[in-house]
């Protein structure tokens, strides 16, 4: 046995030696290179341009374009094609904040906006209440969701022949013998308020859908601990579906204030029939369009550049400020 160790104690010291004299490198296997192998192909990703480049001209011709036309037009005194353009700097700032128009129009958008959105989600949590526990909710909410697909155009048009002091509402309160609240529906004290009501109707079924579909990614186990604990159908909307729900409604109010501020086809159909619609009813987009487009005289496109950049303005700093109202942290349940 010790004539065994002494040979590989040897042999171990001989290994050593030669691995030195022949250097660090030496030990090291070089990786044999395949000459039949083929030489690597580059990876290019595959052009985008040729997609992009159209969808972005028309961007930019349409869009982009007529809106920087339009701010510059802004500070200018320009009756359309065919009459000189003068450069009349912040004039038509200061007079849309001089003219009672634009004020009245500012304020009725104002109030469209305020009441029709809470009206909206008024009429949102009522169906939530409803609809929670219904069976056949999903047929349901396909009929809900029809009005918001309907044109605002035609919308107008119903509501109007609905309203029209001959139309249908005044004939069925004729039909019943209540004669004595036939109304003119579409007079300058009630117009407004038929307004609001055909703009609830018509963004409400948005507002159901998207808040439904929040609702159905709460977890059902929240829903029965509650009704252990014998909670109401309303305190389960306010400490649960609410709370839970709070993202999706800040898209939902968002959504409506935009479209409750840009309403003009539904109010020129339903109050306009007979001309421009009265001073009662405008929006703020009804107001520009009068501006642009009058019925007498010719139209005074530098002003109504002016009211639409301010518009933007306005509606920009709404919707960010409501944004930022309506954010909420992630809930984990």
Known sequence: MTTTSNDTVATGAEQEAARLLRGPRAGRRRPVRDDHRPAARRTTAPPFWPFVA????????????PALFGLGASFTRWQGLGSPMSFDGLGNYVRMLRDPGVGRALLNTGVLMVVGLLGVLAVSMVALLVLQRMRGRRFVRVVIFIPYLISPIAI????????DPEGLLNSLLSLVRLEGLRQSW??????????????????S?????LLMAAVDNIPH????????????ALQRLTHITV?????????????????????????????????????????????????LAPVEGR?????????????????????VAMRRIMRSETIEY
């Open 156 to 163: 107008g048009v119903a509501f109007g022949f609905l309203l």
């Open 299 to 319: 139209p005074d496109f530098g002003y109504g550049a002016a009211m639409g950049v301010a518009f933007v303005i306005l509606v920009t700093v709404l919707v």
């Open 54 to 65: 159209p969808a972005l001209v028309v961007y930019l011709v349409l869009y982009v374009g």
């Open 243 to 291: 709370p839970l729900s709070r993202g999706i409604l800040g898209v939902v109010v968002t959504l409506c204030m935009i479209q409750l501020m840009k309403v003009f086809d539904l109010v020129y159909t339903l109050t306009g029939a007979t001309g421009v619609p009265p001073y009662a009813a405008r929006t703020f987009a009804v107001e520009q369009y009068v501006t």
């Open 221 to 232: 186990s929240l829903y029965e601990n509650a009704d252990l604990a014998g909670a109401t």
């Open 186 to 203: 579409l007079g300058p004290d009630l117009v407004f308020q038929c307004v609001i009501l055909a703009v609830i109707w018509s963004l």
């Open 205 to 209: 079924g948005l507002a159901i859908v």
